[in-house]
């Protein structure tokens, strides 16, 4: 298998942070793979906000419905998309940010949990602007045993939907 399916195979979410501070140049890769995912038209529609001073994290952990462990991470990723846009490309735009960090050996959870007045308020984020997901990135404190996952035959289908896939198992 290759590198990139490892990582896809080998990412989970971190709930458990050390305090290890995330390196500008590690930082700076998860970015530029954020800057790299593909977007409808290549438009960008979106910015991502990095939140790294310690009492933001808390207040954002806080505007995260009380997931406060989210501010042991040395650096919180928020995805905002710009007025009109839809959050499908913030989502592949920050799914390749969590894969970037995933290959350096950092941990990050996807947290959809979030009070969007809250949270815009706190960044300074547009009233017209939409926030996909929040993910802390940082060195796993912990990884949990890993969850069973459905079976391919309850997932995929063949041509039409409840139509089986004859090579799924």
Known sequence: MNDTLQTMWDR?????????????????????AARRAPTGGNRQNWRMIVIREEELRQQAAQACHNQMWMADAPVILCLVTLPGEGKVNGAIVLDHAIL?????????????????????????IPEDHGIVCLTPVGVPAQTPPRRERKARSELFMADRFGAPLEDAP
């Open 100 to 124: 970037a960090a995933a290959s350096l050996g950092y941990g990050t959870c996807w947290i959809g949990a979030y009070d969007p007045a809250q949270v815009k308020a706190l960044l300074g």
């Open 12 to 32: 989970q979410s971190i709930r458990k942070y050390r305090a290890d501070p995330l390196p500008q140049e590690d930082l700076d890769l998860i970015l530029e």
